[in-house]
Nanobody, 120 residues
């Protein structure tokens, strides 16, 4: 599966932004991870292609929404009420069937990162 992410940018705290990830090929599940400066890769959200079942990190629950357009093979991450701590490089990822969805090893295809910078 090849993935192409887009939609990053510079925003102010409280703003909204939407990321897109176009998938060429399809796995079982799609996810967004992020990596803040000086920190490790962090799970953000995932969605299963067929069922639409979603999972979120506690840090983004209620602010971020992951969704998919099956026809367009595209996954979105709507981010509302962005905070300074959301500043990171965001990556989309695709994986096969797995009972676990929050670990980077659950995914075998990765898109290029897209930078999101939240300023005060």
């Amino acid at each position: 599966v090849q993935l192409q992410a887009s939609g990053g940018g510079l925003v102010q705290a409280g703003d909204s932004l939407r990321l897109s990830c176009a998938a060429y090929g399809r796995g079982f599940i799609m996810a967004w991870f992020r990596q803040a400066p000086g920190k490790g890769l962090e799970f953000v959200a995932s969605i299963r292609w067929n069922s639409g079942i979603t999972t979120y990190a506690d840090s983004v629950k209620g602010r971020f929404t992951i969704s998919r357009d099956n026809g367009a093979n595209t996954v979105f991450l709507q981010m509302n009420n962005l905070k300074l701590e959301d500043t990171a490089v965001y990556y989309c990822a695709a994986g096969g069937f797995s009972l676990s969805v929050t670990k980077k090893d659950d995914y075998n295809s990765w898109g290029q990162g897209t930078q999101i910078t939240v300023s005060s």
